[in-house]
């Protein structure tokens, strides 16, 4: 059973960089797609982007002149970095095995990153 | 981008009861859909995916059906453990999107 856990400052200044990771255990990081995937308090999810092991990507066009991510498969996990972040970038961040058949079924338990001075 | 619209926004029923979401999309998805259930606190929990496939571990009271726009979860006997919000995904293409969500409560 894989499992994912998030990290990272749960704190971030507007303008600055907003940057998780996603560690990988009990499974490989290879031949699968990663990805993260957002949550605005009381609101609904958001798409933000994967990565294929092989390092290829693929963004929300909403975020993507300002989004990240990367992957590290010699230490099984993979990262995120959202640029110039605002207050609306607040939300819970979770990373997660996928999409699979179109669809996640991993997911890690989600992180709370407040934008805010 | 695809819109995924979910109704109704919320929904109260009783234990017992037969509960059915639906939820269309802006334009045909083919059957790349997916369902979630979220409570509180937790990550999604995919329920179905394909459209109508029930992943593995989940009570055979979930199901799934739909094809092109028009896609429906039922449970047909709610159970109390069944108060959450539930969200539909599509991954025909990118970016995905997820519906807005249906909040079900318990009566």
């Known amino acids: 059973q894989v499992q994912l856990q998030e990290s990272g400052p749960g704190l971030v200044m507007p303008s600055e960089t907003l940057s998780l990771t996603c560690t990988v255990s009990?499974?490989?990081?290879?031949?699968?797609?990663w990805s993260w995937i957002r949550q605005p308090p009381g609101k609904g999810l958001e798409w933000i982007g994967y990565?294929?092991?092989?390092?290829?990507?693929n963004y929300n066009p909403s975020l993507r002149s300002r989004v990240t991510i990367s992957i590290d498969t010699s230490k099984t996990r993979f990262s995120l970095k959202i640029d110039s972040v605002t207050a609306e970038d607040t939300a819970v961040y979770y990373c997660a095995r996928g999409p699979t058949y179109g669809d996640y079924n991993d997911w890690g338990q989600g992180t709370l990153v407040t934008v805010s001075s | 981008d695809i819109q995924m619209t979910q109704s109704p926004s919320s929904v109260s029923a009783s234990v017992g009861d037969r509960v059915t979401i639906t939820c269309r999309a802006s334009q045909g998805i083919s059957s790349w859909l997916a369902w979630y259930q979220q409570k509180p606190g937790k990550a999604p929990k995919l329920l179905i995916y394909a459209a109508s496939s029930l992943q593995s571990g989940v009570p055979s009271r979930f199901s799934g059906s739909g094809s092109g726009t028009d896609f429906t979860l039922t449970i047909s006997s709610l159970q109390p453990e069944d108060s959450a919000t539930y969200y539909c995904q599509q991954a025909n293409s990118f970016p995905i999107t997820f519906g807005q969500g249906t909040r079900l409560e318990i009566k």
């Open positions: 990565i294929y092991f092989t390092g290829n990507t």
């Open positions: 009990s499974a490989s990081i290879n031949n699968y797609y």
